[in-house]
């Protein structure tokens, strides 16, 4: 799936100027491990992937494990300071 997803930006480009993202449904985690490579290195790059299901820890991507409609108030409060460019 991360080959996809990847493909899917190169073509696309959806990713161009993103710094800040929200991965809703993450498990297993593609968009979360391409965000995070495509975002390394900007300063001010926030990446937060949620699901119900554990993942595999992601370097540079903050993990909440919980139902998107409970937890919902946390990303609201997570991203108060700065605009999140998208949610996948």
């Given amino acids: 799936m991360t080959i996809i997803a990847s493909q899917i930006d190169d073509e696309f480009r959806i990713l161009n100027g993103v710094t800040k993202a929200v991965d809703l449904c993450a ?10 490579r495509r975002l390394k290195g900007i300063d001010g790059a ?15 991507v903050i993990q909440m494990q919980g139902d998107i409609t409970k937890v919902m108030q946390h990303y609201c409060l997570f991203f108060l300071s700065a605009k999140c460019k998208i949610v996948s």
């Fill in 27 to 36: 498990a297993p985690g593609s968009w979360s491990q391409v965000l995070a």
């Fill in 46 to 60: 926030k990446i937060v992937a949620v699901d119900l299901q554990a993942m595999a820890p992601l370097p540079g």
